[in-house]
Structures are given as structure tokens and as C-alpha cells.
């Protein structure tokens, strides 16, 4: 395994905040040398590493995390690596478990949200789904955000303000990641649920307050949410 001052190379879209902005808070916190190589070299770079010049396993998406010889994908697995190397896990298995579980949790409660706005197909652009997508939408907002919410406020109110009890993890990072862009997405939506969340409003304000990633989410480095992303803003399916 690199050694911690080994430089790490995150492979991700250079104009968009997806996947790989959790990925970056996690380097940014942690204050590391890091090459956010698309930004350098643009769209080719990850092309590449999909048609396996990282070398195999390639990956299939990004982001992609090259550390000295070990190539990684999935964003809970590379958050994982980077969590449990700069302070932002659990001591114990349990924790550490946990730690997956939630973060997997918040990701699918992402995926529920990008396929709002691609109901039928990611090839597709929106405008070619936009009447899927207000139905997709109209289901999501009536029916899931809330119990996804009500399931995560109840594990953080018990958690101490965390997801593991006591202890700042990528998990949480990961929840204020989630939570900004569900808020860019659906602002209406979201203020209505705002009474019922105050333990994930609070860990999402601590995260940010973290001097390293306030300095990193002020700076021109951290990209804004826009329609390129995960997170969309489209008014007609904030109903
Ligand atoms: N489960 C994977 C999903 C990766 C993924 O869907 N990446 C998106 C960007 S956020 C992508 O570039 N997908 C291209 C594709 O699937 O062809 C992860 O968590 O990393």
C-alpha cells in the first residue's frame, strides 16, 4: 500500500459536481497533495483510464482514485480508502461497517435523484424525458425523500450528531453532500422538510465549518451544482 505522502491522482469530470466532489472534500479536509488530473489534462484523461491505461481491472466509471500502485472505483470504496487513512473513520469493525452502510444509503438516495431527471435512459438528454421525469419526480417527492430523510435524521439524532456515534466519518461528508444538492434541486421541496431534519441541517453546517473544507467549499476549486450534474435544478419538477 502507498505511503500516506504518496501524491494521489482522482480521475473525475472536470465540470460537474457528481461523485467525485465527495472524493474531493475527503482530500481537501485532509489537506493532501492531490492531482485532480481531468482538470489538467481534460476529458481524454478519463477516457484513457476507461479503456485501461490505469491498467486491469480498468474501471468502468468515474471517479477513479490512483494512489502509487493501487487503482480504485466506486465511490464508497474510494471514500472508504481515504476515510479510514485521514481521521474520518470509526476505531472499531462496527463502526467501519456502519460507517459503508450509510454512505451506500446516501448514494442510492443520489441515484433516486439523478433518475429524476433521466426516468428513462442516462444516454437521453432531459428534455427528451421531461415528461417522465415530472412523474418520476411527483412519485420521489411525494413518497421517498421524506422517508429517506425521516431514516437518516432518526440514525444521526441518535448518533451524537453522527451517523457513528461520536465520530466524524465520510458518511457524514457524504450526507452534506446530498443534502446541499437536494436543496439546489427541489429548494420549494426542501424547505418544507427543513422542520423535520434539524440533526442533518446541524452535522451539514458542522461539515462545512471544518476550516479546511470551509476554505476549500469557498475557493474557485469547488464547483457550483448546475445541470450538468447529479443534482438539477429544473423548477417544473420542484412541484
Ligand atoms: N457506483 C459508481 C457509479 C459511477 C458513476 O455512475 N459515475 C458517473 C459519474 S457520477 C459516470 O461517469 N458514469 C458514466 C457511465 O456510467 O457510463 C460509483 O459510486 O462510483
Known sequence: MAAVSTPYDLYYWPVLPGRGEVIRMILEDAGVAYRDVAR????????????????EPRPYAP??????DLVL???????????????????????RLLTQQHFL???????ETHE?????AVGLHYEEQRDAAKERAHHFLANRLGSWLDHFERIVSHGEGHH??????YADFMARFVIRGIEYAFPS??????PQIPSLLSLTERVEARPALAAYLASDRCLAFN?????????????
Open 63 to 68: 471517479p477513479v482514485l490512483k494512489h502509487g
Open 105 to 111: 444509503g446516501w448514494s442510492d438516495l443520489m441515484a
Open 40 to 55: 489538467d489534462e481534460g476529458f481524454a484523461a478519463i477516457t484513457a483510464v476507461r479503456e485501461g491505461a490505469l491498467g
Open 227 to 239: 445541470e450538468h450534474g447529479i443534482f438539477r435544478h429544473y423548477p417544473e419538477l420542484d412541484a
Open 73 to 95: 472505483s466506486q465511490s464508497a470504496v474510494i471514500a472508504r480508502y481515504l476515510g479510514e487513512r485521514h481521521g474520518l473513520a470509526s476505531s472499531d469493525e462496527r463502526g
Open 189 to 194: 421541496t426542501f424547505d418544507r422538510h427543513r
Open 116 to 120: 429524476t431527471h433521466h426516468p428513462i
Open 164 to 169: 457513528v456515534p461520536g465520530v466524524m466519518t
